[in-house]
């Protein structure tokens, strides 16, 4: 009876045996391939008010193209102009593949988002009222910076995928009803890109472009879009990045005519800058290696930057590292 039980067993024991050896659940996982991605949002100013736009195309390309930059997916605002709009697609054609953000008789300001040609493919693309359905906004009004411009990147070595936001929220940070428009603009965009990526089996987000808005900026009890961003769930690059670099300096109000920084106002918490990169990863398969505010010092200068001044804002860059499994 006792060797019948002990053979019994022993083909329990093989069939499971079996059963392990041919269930493909239990097959190795493939290895995670992890992928670079370095992106950048600028604001390249239109106004020729302020600086005339011919002399400013190089600039605009050398410090978007110098050797340490050169990201591989980069955000442009104020580039809702159609000849404005050409020129800077022949700025990087011959590398770059590019996005209009394509709304009817609208001049959006974050009309223009870069990729690599050789590393990336586009999945999808477009835009997003940020006001539709929201009875405090007339129809039409704020056309310049109500839309949000998106697109759906493929890297085409591994077959990761991500989505990238471009934004421009409107400016005059003394007004309460306008601190009040950006905040409506980023709690209706932020929850609606974060709706996309579980469509999309959960893909990383990066949101970025000029916010106009300091982060610890409140009017009549309404945060800051920074801030409602970040309380929406997304992160911003330069609290996890690993490495910091020129967080003391304003990302915006360069002087035009003689390169000098603003650099002075709460240099230590980084908190006066306007234009900002945020990511959502749902996956947690996002790292930030480093955030750069991107500046082309004159040699030996710290306050000063070279001219001609590209633009009144500096670009903001950072470089993740993804995980796809």
């Known amino acids: 009876m006792l060797r019948s039980r002990m053979f019994a067993a022993s083909l329990i024991i093989m069939s499971l045996v079996g059963c392990a050896r041919t269930n493909p659940t239990n097959e190795k996982q493939s290895e995670p391939v992890f992928v670079e991605l370095s992106v950048t949002s600028f604001n390249v100013l239109s106004a020729d008010s302020k600086s005339p736009w011919q002399p400013r195309l190089e600039p605009i390309k050398d410090i978007i193209l110098r050797d340490d930059h050169h990201p591989d997916v980069f955000c442009l605002q104020e580039t ?13 054609n011959s590398e770059y593949d590019h996005h209009l953000i394509g709304v009817k008789d609208v001049e959006a300001s974050p009309s223009l988002i870069f990729w690599k040609r050789e590393r990336f493919e586009l999945v999808d693309a477009g835009w997003t009222d940020m ?75 990066f949101m970025m ?35 910091q670099l020129n967080l ?64 009144d804002h500096a670009p903001v860059n950072a470089v993740f590292t993804l995980k796809y499994q």
């Open 80 to 92: 809702g102009n159609a000849d404005k709009q050409n020129d800077l697609i022949d700025l990087f």
């Open 131 to 205: 006001l539709q359905g929201n009875n405090s906004y007339t129809a039409g009004k704020y056309s310049t910076h109500r839309y949000a411009h998106y697109v759906q990147l493929r890297e085409k070595a591994s077959g990761g995928e991500f989505l990238v936001y471009n934004l421009h929220l409107k400016t005059n940070g003394t007004s309460v009803n306008y601190q009040k428009l950006r905040y409506d603009l980023i709690t209706s965009i932020a929850p609606a890109a974060k709706a996309r990526s579980r469509k999309l089996k959960a893909i990383p987000v």
């Open 209 to 243: 472009g000029d916010f106009n808005n300091y982060w610890d900026t409140v009017y009549d009890g309404i945060p800051s879009a920074p801030s409602a961003c970040a309380a929406c769930g997304f992160t911003e690059v330069s609290t996890v990045a690993k490495t």
């Open 248 to 311: 003391q300096y304003k990302t915006s109000s360069v002087d035009m005519t003689t390169g000098e920084l603003d650099w002075k106002k709460n240099q230590s918490e980084g908190k006066h800058r306007i234009d900002y990169i945020f990511f959502y990863a749902a996956r947690n398969n996002v790292e930030v290696g480093r955030y750069w505010t991107v500046l082309d010092f004159v040699d030996g200068s710290t306050t000063h930057v070279k001219t001609p001044v590209p633009s």
